[in-house]
């Protein structure tokens, strides 16, 4: 296992937790980003792509698994969410050990997983960032988002665990509702504190 302080970065969505990422990366320091690997596991792992044409075969095509037809598989209740995950997460997690890996020379990593506490990937972690702001601009900005509708958003909130047990959790909080600069300016006081 690595040497490195291992940070899990999580947040509800629109906290904003993309625009934390980005200036974690400024930083140098090393981003596991969960949502980009699934994507590229999606596309590129040959046993990902047998386990879902075993179980979904419609969900493959042109040689990779495509989303839009498992979102609609789950909006069709003919795949369920936990169901989808238990499919994912172990080839995640190896991922994730070979990033380890990779990165054991750093002083500190980051793990971005929008649903690490939901996915017990905490368990991975030494400390936790938790990004967050008030419900009602974290609803704005979901809804800034292209072909979000109210439906969608209860089904996606529905997974998530509320903000204030996630801030409960957490070693850090980052409030990303005053704008870019107090973000930036508390994330180089936690990164000095862990560091």
Known sequence: MTKSVVIGLTGNMGAGKSTTVKMIRE???PVFDSDQTVHRLMRDNREMKALFCRKFPESVMNDEINRFVLSRLIDEKKLDVRQ???MIYPFLEHELQNFFVRHSREPVVVLDVPLLFEAKWDRFCDEIIVVSA???VLKQRVFER?????????????RQMPDEEKRAKADYVIETQYGLEPVRQRLAEIMEEIQ
Do not use: C, F, N
Not at 146 to 158: D, Q, V
């Open 27 to 29: 930083m140098v320091i």
């Open 146 to 158: 292209l072909g979000m509708t109210e439906e969608k958003y209860k089904i996606l909130t529905a």
């Open 134 to 136: 008030p419900a009602e």
């Open 84 to 86: 989808l995950e238990q």
